[in-house]
């Protein structure tokens, strides 16, 4: 039996000539990621293990996102831990205020991930990296301590689910509603423990960041990873963007798989998940009865360029209707930056939004869009559960953020062609 995208990478990795699903196995690592909030749970097993040395210095990637700038204290001590362990071992890739960016748009912008690589992170969003043909999957901190010492992890091999997409995308609607309507579809069990492997002429549909949001929120519907072939669009985002020999794997024609779940993308439509799951997935034309009091439009799920582009077309000439407020993140500076160089900032600021550097920030009810009781938010953000951004009675609801901004400005959950 042949073998899917994601168990020729990992037999690669394990030095060996096939693995099948279910195997376990261990195989070495292209990048080990932390954040500032798992990272010093790592850092603390780590020197409880006694390890004195990491295993390459270039190959670990620590980002300070989630509380950076420092909210408080005990933000400030993390990172300050994070800090000093980066300088004792000098470790190429830290990232922090004014550099930083939100770590799953920063790694693939900076070319630290590329095509038939193997990577974990201590988050779970680490899945997004399968948009460029990786197989990537978050991993708990004591694992990622291990991996910075020994640069090899173990796994069990998932089998796979194939997603054959058809058709071509319709106005306004986005990666955001393709990856919504498939957790609709199959639960947010519905892939538990396997590789969501997108496949078909629809793939070619979808621009990478389109692919970066999808794989990003395979986790949602509980898989391992989730991967995307490597195509045209792939070679043209790493290109200038990755500096060392990389390898595109294909699944084989006899590959094995579960089950194949078909999306023809020309009937998927501007997509919202209510409350409290990611699998409440309703059209955004039933919202009208939802009032709202905020949005937000950013994440490590749709941050990128695009993503606010999509908001600002919105916006523009337009202003949030009363007591909505709107925070708007770039996800990266190199983002922050080309929204203001295409005066897209100004767009956000004149329809009463804030810019905020970019942060992780009330995607987790860190900071920076806090929920009180009884709120309700449209978010761009990738979890919905009971008090995921504040207060357990206040209600998110998943979008897109061309129906983030729709919504913001009418006051109600709303299709962009309503506005």
């Given amino acids: ?33 932390g954040n500032d909030i798992t990272t010093p749970v790592a850092i603390n097993e780590f020197e409880a293990a006694g390890f004195d040395q990491v295993f390459d210095k270039s190959k670990i990637a620590l980002v300070m996102d989630h509380f950076a700038p420092n909210k408080d204290i005990k933000a400030a001590a993390q990172c300050k831990q994070c800090r000093t362990f980066a300088r004792r071992f000098d470790i190429d890739h830290y990232f922090d205020v004014g550099e930083m960016g939100i770590e799953h748009a920063l790694l693939p912008e900076k070319g630290l991930v590329a095509p038939g690589e193997a990577v974990i992170g201590a988050d779970s969003h680490t899945c997004t990296y399968g948009a460029l043909g990786a197989f990537s999957t978050g991993v708990g901190s004591t694992d990622m301590g291990a991996a910075m010492a020994a640069g090899e992890t173990w796994f069990k091999v998932p089998s ?125 034309r039933e919202g009208k009865d939802v009032q709202i009091d905020q949005i937000v439009i950013g994440s490590c799920t749709n941050g990128q360029l695009p993503d606010l582009e999509a908001a600002a077309a919105i916006l ?81 609801y998943l979008a897109s953020p061309a129906v983030a901004a729709a919504s913001g400005v009418a006051g109600h959950i709303c299709h962009p062609e309503e506005v």
């Fill in 1 to 33: 039996m042949g073998m899917t995208m994601t168990q020729k990478i990992l037999a690669k990795h394990a030095g060996l000539d096939s693995v099948r699903a279910g195997q376990l196995i261990q195989a070495k690592l292209d990048l080990v990621l």
């Fill in 160 to 284: 796979a689910i194939k997603v054959n997409l058809t058709g071509k995308l319709r106005p306004f609607v986005s990666g955001k509603d393709v990856i919504l309507t498939l957790i609709g579809m199959i639960g947010v069990d519905g892939a538990r423990y396997q590789s969501l492997e997108f496949t078909g002429p629809g793939v070619a549909e979808l621009s990478i960041y389109d692919r970066l949001t999808i794989s990003n929120m395979a986790i949602e519907a509980g898989a391992k990873n989730g991967i995307f072939p490597v195509d045209d669009s792939t070679k043209a985002y790493v290109e200038g963007r990755v500096n060392r020999p990389w390898t595109a794997y294909e699944a084989d024609p006899d590959a094995e798989y579960e089950r194949t779940v078909d999306i023809d993308l020309s009937q998927v439509d501007c997509t919202v998940a209510y409350p409290h799951l990611p699998e409440n997935a309703h059209s955004a």
């Fill in 316 to 396: 523009k000439g337009k202003h949030l209707a009363k007591d909505v407020r709107g925070i708007v993140i770039p996800a990266t500076m190199s983002v922050y930056r080309e929204c203001m160089k295409r005066g897209l900032t100004d767009i956000f600021l004149d329809a009463g939004c804030i810019v905020s550097t970019p942060t992780c920030g009330p995607c987790l009810g860190g900071y920076m869009g806090i929920l009180a009781a009884g709120e309700r938010c449209v978010s761009t953000t990738n979890r919905n559960f009971v008090g995921r951004m504040g207060h357990v009675d206040s209600e998110v």
